[in-house]
């Protein structure tokens, strides 16, 4: 298995003063640096290609800042932040939560074209803000992240008949009449569930993990996980699963990351065993062709189409934690030459998307980053540069 080059930080070690130490723990993470040339603009903004042209979404905004974390890419960091502090919630996280999409509108004016906020990014933020004023010693992040913290808290999660406590993907759109909301499995990953657990004790965040399971056993006997699922309230403590009103029971571009995280779980979170061995399905699947498929039918199993190169990178984790060697290597094959023919120039250049859940699973793979039991992020450079300090 081909892995990138990194920077020789043990090496330097013995190299006098601070600046030759931070020169040497800076993480070469070649496709984060690529990612970065490529899609992130100098004031911090990432163009998200996947939507309208040169718009940006808190998804976006949310991930990149957590691959500048683990880079060890601190400036990068900075400025990523500092723009989605200033543009997506008007420099207040204290009041207001990141806005989902920002671009150009047919006015000609940049600006946020939808307010609403997306809870996924919001959580990412939060996470990548906790860590990164953890592993630099940078308290204002944590000041922003307990600001946004306490905002989603407030503001996207409910109390449902029944169930308790959940995450709803944002605060406007996702409660319909009949007593019936829309909830996305992909939105609350573990690891950031335990991290904001041991940060808010007293918040939602372990009973939102125990919904995780939950919410994948009523995704369907057949191992697969959904893009969405409905749940219906039938009295003041009660309520059942159904289908989504909207995606009904598919899974695709959202539940792929349902494996991602799934995979990337530490084997010693409680969760982290029955989840991998509900998700059987996408294991069967992928073993058939050797490919992932882009859709599947959580009710009934069935299967249509061959995905991305994306769904590749996302599943060697997957793959990874579920023993399967073969098949995690067919993923990463596939999923690091996509990128690699594109650097190389002989081969177009991958969606936004697709980049991204390559730049999860592949930076995971190759231990560019791990996440502790109780969810800290552990940066292979956190090690390395520890030992530098003066």
Same mark, same amino acid.
């Given at each position: ?50 939507l309208?042209?040169?718009?940006? @979404? ?37 009041? @207001?939560l ?19 906020s ?29 600001? %946004?913290?306490?905002?989603i ?39 950031? !569930? ?84 509900? %998700?059987?399905? !996408? ?7 050797g ?7 959580v ?43 594109w ?12 980049? !991204? ?31 530098t300090?003066?």
């Open positions: 298995m081909k892995l990138p080059v990194l920077g020789l930080c043990a090496g330097l070690l013995f190299m006098a003063g601070g600046t030759a130490a931070n020169a040497a723990c800076t993480a070469e993470w070649p496709y984060w640096q690529r990612f970065a040339e490529h899609w992130v603009q100098p004031d911090g903004r990432v163009l998200e290609s996947s309208e042209k040169n718009h940006s @979404t808190s998804e976006g905004q949310s991930y990149a800042l957590f691959f500048a974390l683990v880079a060890n890419d601190q400036a990068r960091f900075e400025t990523i932040w500092r723009w989605s502090r200033e543009n997506l919630m008007g420099n207040a996280p204290q009041t @207001t990141p806005a989902w999409l920002w671009g150009q509108g047919k006015d000609g004016v940049w600006k946020v074209q939808d307010a609403n997306a809870s996924d990014a919001d959580l990412w933020f939060v996470y990548a803000l906790l860590e990164g004023a953890r592993l630099w010693q940078k308290p204002q992040y944590r000041d922003d992240a307990l600001s %946004l913290l306490a905002q808290k407030k503001q996207e999660i409910t109390e449902l008949p029944g169930l308790g406590a959940v995450l709803l993907p944002g605060p406007i759109g996702f409660s319909h009449i009949g007593h019936l909301w829309r909830i996305n499995p992909s939105y609350q990953p573990l690891p950031l !569930m335990r991290r904001l657990a041991a940060v808010d004790p007293k918040g939602p965040w372990n009973a939102i993990a125990a919904h995780t399971a939950t919410l994948q056993n009523e995704a369907g006997a057949h191992g697969f996980a959904a893009d969405w699922i409905g749940y219906r309230a039938v009295s003041d403590s009660a309520g059942l699963f159904a289908s989504d009103p909207m995606k009904g029971d598919s899974g695709s571009y959202d539940a792929i990351r349902v494996y991602l995280w799934a995979g990337m779980t530490h084997p010693k979170d409680p969760l982290a065993k029955p989840l991998l061995a509900s %998700l059987h399905g !996408m294991a069967r699947a992928t073993a058939s062709t490919l992932p498929p882009e859709k599947v039918n009710r009934n199993g069935s299967t249509e189409g061959q995905s991305p190169s994306g769904f590749s990178g996302a599943l060697v984790p997957y793959f990874r934690a579920k023993g399967q060697p073969w098949l995690e290597e067919l993923q990463d094959q596939r999923a690091r030459a996509a990128i690699d023919h650097i190389a120039g002989t081969g177009p250049a991958p969606f936004y998307y697709d980049y !991204m859940l390559s730049l999860f699973g592949l930076g995971w793979a190759d231990q560019y980053y791990q996440f502790a039991a109780d969810g800290r992020l552990q940066p292979r450079w956190e090690s390395s540069c520890s030992a300090a003066p």
